[in-house]
């Protein structure tokens, strides 16, 4: 499969999850609106998802495809299946006790993730409640990961894409069932989070069945496979989830403003995913294996090349989903949520912390690209020292700004300090001499940025005409009229980015192509 197939497969079908997420959020939206069990629920989702994306997604993610491709590439399947089979005994050799001292030990926890919460009795225990329902999630997830991880070194890339849609799935039917069998929404959906688990772990075991990859439960040994994957996830736990621990770090600052702030920043946080789901992880994901295969091989120009196409989509993507953020969150986010408990101020506090977030958008997808070219060649050290000085800034930056801007300002410091993210990572690489870019990017570079600047004015146009159907009673209308602006941006970019020369039709064939070498990559 072409680099560019891989990512257009990856984010595609995150696209799909997207979507449904998008339907999920919508309903909880309607039914739980921005109060305290939303809030709870919130907090309570975070948290298994916080370990998820530091642990699962993040550094055993990034530990475990590089050493299982180089097992792949130097010594053949069977030997790469027998490191899977080792990984996944340590994985649950960890993971189980874990999650049941979390569960035990779960109001203690809650006063580090929420200690504004404490305030509220209420509020403290339910969410207790909740996280003690969702946390068992991360056992299951981190088990799909895994068998996500040995997928995608073996270029299929689509099963664990389509993992997610099953977690908003579930959570959709949950809202829908828990009122005719009697029970509290929230508590539903807290349940849910866990029971998608199982369904993801189920699709992800019959698909490496179908690729011909059945892992045995074996005892957990520490071998030499297992030494050097420690050695990786330490590190990497912090490098790969830089974005996470910020994450993290809004939660405890919003719960300590007045009730609502919490839910602003995740429903905000949900569209900024859009674009970093759909273009950040499938480039990431896309990515990973075939630098570590490349730089297993010694093929330093190959490296070259893929992290310059990587660096590319990153900005033909990335940046016009910033602008389209930016200039148009206030009615996306109106047309998307606003009904029923979640009304005009909710929106519009909501797109406010939606537009800070925006800024970061391209730096953050950039980073995915950045840390992979670390990862790939095993170096998790370096991205973990940038991210603790992003971490520290982004803290400091979001305690400045928040008497100030309030929950916006924890947006703000979120989307500032990606891009000093990009700009520590790259100092390093330059002092290494690994970041050695194709004269292809430098060329399209700017004419992307230009092509997004022009978008953002159509974008402003159109809403300014589009306005009196974008606040029109009906919700068809809205959805239609929201549609049409949109479609309108991404086709103004397009057409710029061609004319400009900072796109071309063979980009898009490129997506398309079966062939492992696509059009981008015969240039």
């Given at each position: 499969m072409s680099f560019a197939r891989a990512i257009a497969t990856v984010g595609g079908l995150t696209l799909l999850s997207r979507l449904a997420g998008f339907a999920r959020d919508i309903l909880t939206a309607a039914v739980l609106g921005a109060?305290?069990?939303?809030?709870?629920?919130?907090?309570?989702?975070?948290?298994?998802?916080?370990?998820r994306r530091l642990f699962a997604e993040g550094a055993f993610g990034v530990a475990?495809?590089?050493?299982?491709?180089?097992?792949?590439?130097?010594?053949?399947?069977?030997?790469?299946?027998r490191f899977a089979e080792e990984s996944l005994a340590m994985l649950l050799a960890m993971l189980l006790p874990f999650t049941l001292a979390a569960v035990v030990v779960m109001?203690?926890?809650?006063?580090?993730?929420?200690?504004?919460?404490?305030?509220?009795?209420a509020k403290f225990a339910l969410a207790v409640d909740m996280a003690r329902l969702t946390f068992p999630y991360l056992a299951l997830i981190s088990l799909v990961a895994l068998l996500?991880?040995?997928?995608?070194?073996?270029?299929?890339?689509?099963?664990?894409?389509?993992?997610?849609?099953?977690?908003?799935?579930?959570?959709?039917?949950?809202?829908?069932?828990?009122?005719?069998?009697?029970?509290?929404?929230?508590?539903?959906?807290?349940?849910?989070?866990?029971?998608?688990?199982?369904?993801?772990?189920?699709?992800?075991?019959?698909?490496?069945?179908?690729?011909?990859?059945?892992?045995?439960?074996?005892?957990?040994?520490?071998?030499?496979?297992?030494?050097?994957?420690?050695?990786?996830?330490?590190?990497?736990?912090i490098g790969a989830g830089v974005m996470q621990i910020n994450l993290f770090?809004?939660?405890?600052?919003?719960?300590?403003?007045?009730?609502?702030?919490?839910?602003?920043?995740?429903?905000?946080?949900?569209?900024?995913?859009?674009?970093?789901?759909?273009?950040?992880?499938?480039?990431?994901?896309?990515?990973?294996?075939?630098?570590?295969?490349?730089?297993?091989?010694?093929d330093d120009g190959m490296v070259r090349h893929y992290l310059s196409r990587a660096l590319e989509f990153s900005l033909l993507l990335g940046l016009p989903a910033a602008v389209a953020l930016g200039v148009a969150g206030e009615p996306m986010v109106s047309v998307l949520f606003q009904r029923g408990a979640f009304g005009p101020q909710e929106a519009h506090a909501t797109a406010m912390a939606l537009a800070a977030y925006a800024i970061g958008i391209p730096?953050?997808?950039?980073?995915?690209?950045?840390?992979?070219?670390?990862?790939?060649?095993?170096?998790?050290?370096?991205?973990?020292?940038?991210?603790?000085?992003?971490?520290?800034?982004?803290?400091?930056?979001?305690?400045?700004?928040?008497?100030?801007?309030?929950?916006?300002?924890?947006?703000?410091?979120?989307?500032?300090?990606?891009?000093?993210?990009v700009v520590l990572l790259v100092a390093a690489m330059r002092k290494r001499g690994l970041f050695d870019l194709d004269d292809r990017l430098q060329h399209r570079a700017?004419?992307?940025?230009?092509?997004?600047?022009?978008?953002?004015?159509?974008?402003?146009?159109?809403?300014?005409?589009?306005?009196?159907?974008?606040?029109?009673?009906?919700?068809?209308?809205?959805?239609?009229?929201?549609?049409?602006?949109?479609?309108?941006?991404?086709?103004?970019?397009g057409a710029l980015a061609v004319a400009l020369g900072g796109a071309s039709l063979g980009d898009v064939k490129g997506m398309l192509s079966k062939s492992p070498l696509a059009a981008e990559e015969r240039r």
């Open positions: 109060g305290p069990v939303a809030d709870a629920f919130f907090v309570a989702l975070k948290l298994p998802n916080l370990f475990f495809v590089p050493l299982f491709a180089a097992e792949l590439q130097t010594r053949g399947r069977a030997a790469a299946v109001p203690w926890l809650m006063h580090g993730l929420a200690p504004g919460f404490a305030d509220e009795p996500g991880g040995v997928l995608n070194a073996l270029d299929r890339f689509g099963p664990f894409a389509a993992a997610p849609i099953a977690f908003n799935l579930t959570l959709v039917a949950a809202l829908l069932v828990a009122p005719r069998l009697g029970l509290e929404p929230g508590i539903a959906m807290a349940a849910a989070v866990t029971l998608s688990g199982a369904v993801q772990v189920g699709w992800m075991a019959w698909a490496c069945r179908t690729a011909g990859v059945t892992l045995r439960l074996r005892r957990p040994r520490m071998t030499v496979g297992m030494w050097r994957l420690f050695r990786l996830i330490g590190p990497g736990a770090l809004n939660i405890v600052l919003a719960s300590l403003l007045p009730s609502g702030a919490v839910s602003f920043l995740y429903y905000a946080d949900r569209l900024n995913q859009m674009p970093l789901g759909v273009i950040g992880i499938a480039i990431g994901t896309a990515l990973l294996p075939v630098l570590a295969r490349h730089a297993a091989a010694g730096a953050y997808v950039i980073v995915k690209s950045l840390n992979a070219a670390f990862f790939a060649r095993h170096d998790t050290v370096t991205p973990v020292r940038v991210a603790i000085i992003v971490t520290v800034a982004t803290a400091a930056l979001a305690l400045a700004l928040m008497p100030w801007l309030g929950h916006v300002g924890i947006a703000l410091a979120t989307g500032l300090t990606a891009w000093l993210d700017p004419r992307i940025a230009a092509a997004a600047v022009g978008m953002g004015a159509v974008l402003a146009l159109g809403g300014g005409l589009l306005a009196p159907w974008l606040e029109a009673p009906s919700t068809a209308m809205r959805f239609t009229a929201l549609a049409l602006l949109v479609a309108g941006g991404a086709a103004a970019f």
